[in-house]
């Protein structure tokens, strides 16, 4: 009789329907191990002893697992279940649930810094916070990953805080097929540059010029260099991100950016907040 056996064409699940025996149908339903490279997003209590982990992964996407007995475990999970940490992660999918078994996860390196800089503690934390907000489940490519694991890198070597977020966002938006137009009207193609004032129009996903500008629509007018700073830092490399930029400007595209994610996201990150209050010059901060 026909029943479900474990296919290995992909790193996937894969299950496929075969005629096998009776002495196969032991081994039938047993799902493969997947090993990834991968850093953890969250994690929360589950009964005494487990957590509920979520990872961005290299080769997965994002992964959602419960590590059975993580609280209590020095060999499976020691020192691997922790923010800013670079991990080797093994785990089993169910065909029968979308939370995955995490077998295992070996250290591969840590990022130092986070743990005795505030201000990088907490864009660090702005990172994985907005990382699983934009992710949903298995979408993400090695994109996503690569990005994470490039702003953390250049976060802990100790790059311009303010200029590599707004540039991560913009790639994290185009990463996960929300792009926007930055460089030109998005009616009538007049180049940015050329604008002493320009309109971010969410709806519309990027700018218009003010001829473009629909009657009663609602837009956000920025100055234009802005608009040419925010092109800048969405098509070019993160490690770039520092190069020019006024404090002014930047100010101006943090407003923009947090425009155009609060369109894709639902509810307010509460760790947007804890960067502005960890910022040395905060009126409020954390210090």
């Not at 026909?2 to 290995?8: I, N």
């Not at 990027?206 to 234009?224: H, K, M, W």
């Not at 190069?243 to 894709?264: I, P, Y």
Request: with cysteine; charged share 25%; hydrophobic share 45%.
């Amino acid at each position: 009789m026909p029943v479900a056996r474990v296919g290995t064409r992909t790193l996937f699940v894969k299950l496929r329907m075969r005629w096998v025996s009776d002495t196969d149908r032991s081994v039938a339903l047993v799902s493969l191990e997947i090993a990834t490279a991968a850093f953890v997003l969250r994690t929360r209590p589950y009964g005494e002893s487990d957590r509920i982990v979520t990872l961005i992964t290299e080769t997965q996407g994002k992964v959602t697992g419960i590590a059975k007995g993580a609280k209590n475990s020095r060999r499976r999970f020691a020192g691997t279940l922790e923010p800013f940490v670079h991990i080797h992660a093994v785990f089993r999918q169910r065909p029968s649930s979308d939370l995955a078994f995490l077998v295992r996860c070996e250290f591969l390196g840590a990022f130092r810094r986070f743990t005795s800089d505030l201000e990088r503690f907490a864009a660090g934390s702005y990172v994985l916070e907005l990382t699983d907000r934009m992710v949903l489940g298995r979408e993400s490519g090695r994109e996503v990953y690569r990005l994470v694991a490039e702003v953390l890198a250049l976060l802990d070597g100790g790059t311009p805080i303010e200029p590599v977020l707004r540039a991560f966002e913009l790639h994290l938006l185009a990463a996960s097929g929300y792009a926007p137009a930055l460089h030109r009207c998005r009616t009538c193609g007049t180049p940015a540059e050329t604008a002493e004032t320009i309109y971010l129009s969410v709806e519309r996903g990027g700018l218009l010029c003010r001829a473009c500008v629909p009657a009663g629509e609602a837009v956000r007018p920025i100055a234009g260099a802005t608009a040419v700073e925010l092109a800048r830092l969405a098509a070019g490399p993160l490690a770039s991100a520092a190069a020019g930029a006024s404090a002014r400007t930047l100010v101006e595209a943090a407003a923009v950016a947090e425009h155009l994610l609060a369109a894709v996201t639902s509810g307010p990150l509460r760790s947007r907040d804890f960067v502005a209050r960890a910022r040395v010059d905060s009126p409020g901060a954390l210090r």
